[in-house]
Every structure is written in C-alpha cells, then in structure tokens.
C-alpha cells in the first residue's frame, strides 16, 4: 500500500517543482520583457538547479537543443546574462553560469 502514496508524492513534488518553474520563468520575463520566455526559462532553470547545460534543458523541457543553443547565444551576448564555460565540439552540449549581470538579475527575481 505505500507503493500508491509513494506514487502520488513524487507526483505532487514533479507538479509543485513545475509550478515553481513557470512561477520562476514569468517572473523573469516580468523583470526583462525583452527576453524570450525560453530564454527566462533558461534562467529559471538555472536558478532552481534544474539544468546547467544545453542538452539537459533541452531533454528535460522537451525543447529542440538547436533552439536552446541560440537562446544561449543570446543570454551571453545581447543579454549579458549568461557566461558560456564550455561547450562539446561534437554534440555541441554547452555549459552555461551567471554572468554578474545574471546574478543580480536573478537576484531581483528573488525579491
């Protein structure tokens, strides 16, 4: 009988971590409205620890990773919100962290 309330709390956790995200990701996109919002969710994701490089936001959100690729490029260009540590020459699998711009971006988010 604890395998059903297992069940059901791993559900509700999966389901509050993602109303925290969408929370996370409109509150972004509420403080810089010229960022696209998987560029907030990016952020967001960051944020919550949820992913740190292209390819598992990419497989987490089921987002093209070519489209998280280019959302990166903006981040860390235009945007200055991102700093790009490395990315794979093969899968071209990016790992991505705060600029200080981003930090007090994120922290005004938090406020």
Same mark, same amino acid.
């Given at each position: 009988?604890?395998?059903?309330?297992?069940?059901?709390?791993?559900?509700?956790?999966?389901?509050?971590?993602?109303?925290?995200?969408?929370?996370?990701?409109?509150?972004?996109?509420?403080?810089?409205?010229?960022?696209?919002?998987?560029?907030?969710?990016?952020?967001?994701?960051?944020? *919550?620890?949820?992913?740190?490089?292209?390819?598992?936001?990419?497989?987490?959100?089921?987002?093209?990773?070519?489209?998280?690729?280019?959302?990166?490029?903006? *981040?860390?260009?235009?945007?200055?919100?991102?700093?790009?540590?490395?990315?794979?020459?093969?899968?071209?699998?990016?790992?991505?962290?705060?600029?200080?711009?981003?930090?007090? *971006?994120?922290?005004?988010?938090?406020?």
């Amino acid at each position: 009988m604890s395998a059903p309330a297992a069940d059901d709390a791993a559900r509700l956790a999966e389901t509050l971590l993602a109303e925290t995200f969408l929370r996370e990701t409109d509150r972004i996109a509420d403080l810089r409205p010229d960022l696209a919002l998987l560029e907030a969710g990016i952020l967001a994701g960051l944020r *919550l620890g949820l992913a740190a490089d292209s390819r598992t936001f990419a497989r987490v959100f089921g987002v093209a990773h070519a489209l998280v690729l280019r959302a990166l490029a903006t *981040l860390a260009g235009p945007a200055s919100l991102l700093s790009l540590a490395h990315r794979d020459a093969r899968t071209q699998r990016t790992r991505y962290g705060l600029s200080p711009a981003g930090v007090a *971006l994120l922290g005004s988010a938090a406020a």
